[in-house]
Nanobody
Framework: HVQLVESGGGSVQAGESLRLPCAASGYTGSTYCLGWFRQAPGKERRIILVIDNYGSTRVGDLAKGRFTISQDKANNTVYLQMNSLKPEDTATYYC????????????????????WGQGTQVTVS
């Protein structure tokens, strides 16, 4: 069974950086999409960035040049690097994964992701 475990959240000051790792286990497919959504208080969950097994990325509006995604395939870990954090980045950040569509790119809708982590809280003040 697939498990996604996020870490690295916490409280930071505006302008600082954070890197969120997500350790994935149990997925047996050879192709995948792996990435991050976030949900701010009182708002819907929105995509930030996703990456597939080929290294191609889909970028949501939230990324805005301050966030990047990377993966360490040897350790089944995906990272969200967040720079120049702002108070509006305060949210719960969720790691997601799912199969990569055979003839397409990774989806951006939350309903298309099968597996979710428990979330990690990031607070920017």
């Amino acid at each position: 069974h697939v498990q996604l475990v996020e870490s690295g959240g916490g409280s930071v000051q505006a302008g600082e950086s954070l890197r969120l790792p997500c350790a994935a286990s149990g997925y047996t497919g050879s192709t995948y999409c792996l990435g991050w959504f976030r949900q701010a208080p009182g708002k819907e969950r929105r995509i930030i960035l996703v990456i597939d097994n080929y290294g191609s990325t889909r970028v949501g509006d939230l990324a805005k040049g301050r966030f990047t995604i990377s993966q360490d395939k040897a350790n089944n870990t995906v990272y969200l690097q967040m720079n120049s954090l702002k108070p509006e980045d305060t949210a719960t950040y969720y790691c997601v994964s799912g199969p990569r569509p055979p003839l397409g790119v990774c989806p951006t809708r939350e309903s298309e992701y099968t597996y979710w982590g428990q979330g990690t809280q990031v607070t920017v003040s």
